[in-house]
């Protein structure tokens, strides 16, 4: 099965870009669709974007279409997510998402392997 790890977060000012990265092992990386979720502190965890197992179709979030894009680098195992122009109500932690078939999915349970998740404060 697929491990998944999170990394690119830390502290960033408002307005400000970063991009996620989450890297794959232990499994052929484009059998998996994919997706990032957040969770900021006292709620539940978020939908934020997925995307399909060769890249070529992705959905995001009404919420951070236009700042938020999702993307994958097969030959690398990595997914990413790149935000822009972030908030403070964009502060959770960042957790990356597979399930071993297509589709794209919003909800939890549709995933089947997480990441620890990476950690996004947005200073004011």
């Known amino acids: 099965q697929v491990a998944l790890v999170e990394s690119g977060g830390g502290l960033v000012q408002v307005g400000d870009s970063l991009r996620l990265s989450c890297t794959a092992s232990g499994d052929t990386f484009s059998k998996y669709s994919l997706a990032w979720f957040r969770q900021a502190p006292g709620t539940e965890r978020e939908y934020v974007a997925s995307?399909?197992?060769?890249?070529?179709?992705?959905h995001h979030a009404d919420s951070m279409k236009g700042r938020f894009t999702i993307s994958r680098d097969n030959y690398k195992n990595t997914l990413f997510l790149q935000m822009n122009d972030l908030n403070p109500g964009d502060t959770a932690v960042y957790y990356c998402a597979a399930r071993p078939t297509g589709g794209l999915y919003s909800y939890e349970a549709a995933y089947v392997h997480w990441g620890q998740g990476t950690q996004v404060t947005v200073s004011s």
């Open positions: 995307i399909n197992r060769n890249g070529g179709s992705a």
